[in-house]
Nanobody, 124 residues
Framework: QVQLVESGGGLVQAGGSLRLSCAAS????????MGWFRQAPGKEREFLAA????????YYAGTLKGRFTISRDNAKSTVYFQMNSLKPEDTAVYYC?????????????????WGQGTQVTVSS
């Protein structure tokens, strides 16, 4: 069984930054690609970004426009999500997830394990 625990969410003013962390345990972390998703109230869960197990390749949803950066530290079994220039529309619960198949990184139903989510609220 794999456990993923997100942290780093909170309340921030528009234009500010947050760095989310997702700590993994219970598996060989580098065997999994990792993704970040978010879900706003009344909306579907949305893919944001993914990173390969080695960290050598990343992929971002086109809507992010360079504001967010995914990274990982396999020695710490942690994946990060740096969010800059935050906007009120970025308000959502943010989730990390682990997937074995890079081909399925944009498919939330393809992920094997999920964290519990962390709330990000951006005030105007």
């Amino acid at each position: 069984q794999v456990q993923l625990v997100e942290s780093g969410g909170g309340l921030v003013q528009a234009g500010g930054s947050l760095r989310l962390s997702c700590a993994a345990s219970g598996h060989t972390f580098s065997n999994y690609a990792m993704g970040w998703f978010r879900q706003a109230p009344g909306k579907e869960r949305e893919f944001l970004a993914a990173i390969t197990g080695s960290g050598s390749t990343t992929y971002y949803a086109g809507t992010l426009k360079g504001r967010f950066t995914i990274s990982r530290d396999n020695a710490k079994s942690t994946v990060y999500f740096q969010m800059n220039s935050l906007k009120p529309e970025d308000t959502a619960v943010y989730y990390c997830a682990a997937v074995r198949s890079w081909a399925r990184i944009r498919d939330l139903y393809g992920y094997d394990f999920w964290g519990q989510g962390t709330q990000v609220t951006v005030s105007s």
